[in-house]
């Protein structure tokens, strides 16, 4: 299954955790965890006024419990690339497959 998991840029800044290398690391999963399981691709969306694709990884873990500011429930996740640069909201929206995936 594939997912889309977003960040405010607000509360964490994805974006430049990347610039750093970072390469693992836990993420809420506060809808749908009954579904995701390890190995299920992710999207991760910056929302906002810069809002962009800015990384493709994958879950690693199932779903736990451990108190956070963005929720209890998480999963493990392996970010396996950065994208160079991040696509649009604009881009996304002129490729069919893409946009047809998202409603964003």
């Not at 974006?15 to 809420?28: C, H, P, V």
């Not at 779903?63 to 963005?70: D, K, L, Q, T």
């Not at 909201?89 to 069919?96: D, L, N």
Request: charged share 25%; net charge negative.
């Amino acid at each position: 299954m594939d997912w889309v998991f977003q960040c405010n840029p607000k509360r964490y800044d994805l974006a430049s955790e990347l610039e750093k290398g970072i390469r693992t690391e836990d993420w809420s999963m506060n809808q749908h965890r009954e579904l995701v399981s390890p190995g299920d691709c992710i999207y991760f969306w910056q929302t906002g006024s810069n809002a962009r694709l800015l990384a493709v990884g994958h879950v690693e873990s199932p779903v736990y419990e451990r108190e956070s500011p963005f929720g209890r429930h998480r999963v493990d996740i392996i970010f396996d690339y950065k994208i160079t640069p991040p696509s649009t909201r604009a881009e996304i929206s002129e490729q069919e497959v893409l946009n047809s995936f998202w409603s964003i």
